[in-house]
């Protein structure tokens, strides 16, 4: 978490790409030292996956900011048979007395950052999230789904092919 949040800059996709948004792959968000959200996410889902965490560990969730009424993306680990799972996330919560690169369980967000989890997936699961972190999982395939992800992962394919599980 620490590595990515302090080499890459936040900047927003419309700051970089004119033409609006994407996803990038880890390989070009470190090459270019400029990400949003989702290519922080999408950054650390695949160097966890390089590291041998198993996909079902770990979904990059879609969560609503409530104060800024913002959508963002982290990272959720989740370690064995827990159900409470670590956040990493590019964004500090002072409040907290956190910095960008300490990790916080979602139940801390969701009380003391006033976060929603709305959804989550990884390269197989698409999962919906009902009262705090209960996980819904849907019979929907996060490649129909989530586009952009499925060409960040296309993009990572390399990186992640002498990955089994």
């Known amino acids: 978490n620490s590595f990515f949040n302090d080499l890459i800059k936040a900047k927003p996709d419309n700051e970089y790409y004119k033409s609006g948004d994407y996803w ?22 695949v160097s966890l996956r390089i590291l041998g965490i198993p996909k079902d560990q770990l979904l990059i969730g879609i969560v609503r900011l409530q104060k800024f009424g913002e959508l963002h993306a982290v990272l959720l680990y989740y370690p064995d048979s827990e159900n ?42 698409y999962v919906e999230f009902r009262r705090g972190m209960k996980k819904h999982y849907l019979d929907k395939n996060p490649i129909n789904e989530i586009p952009m992800f499925t060409i960040a992962m296309y993009n990572s394919k390399n990186l992640l092919s002498n990955i089994s599980s």
């Open 24 to 45: 990038q792959s880890p390989i070009e968000t470190l090459v270019r030292g400029k990400g949003d959200c989702e290519d922080f996410a999408i950054a650390k889902y």
């Open 84 to 125: 409470d799972p670590w956040v990493m996330d590019n964004l500090s919560y002072n409040y907290l007395g956190s910095q960008r690169s300490q990790l916080i369980r979602m139940s801390l967000k969701i009380l003391h950052c006033n976060i929603k989890p709305l959804i989550g997936f990884n390269e197989n699961n």
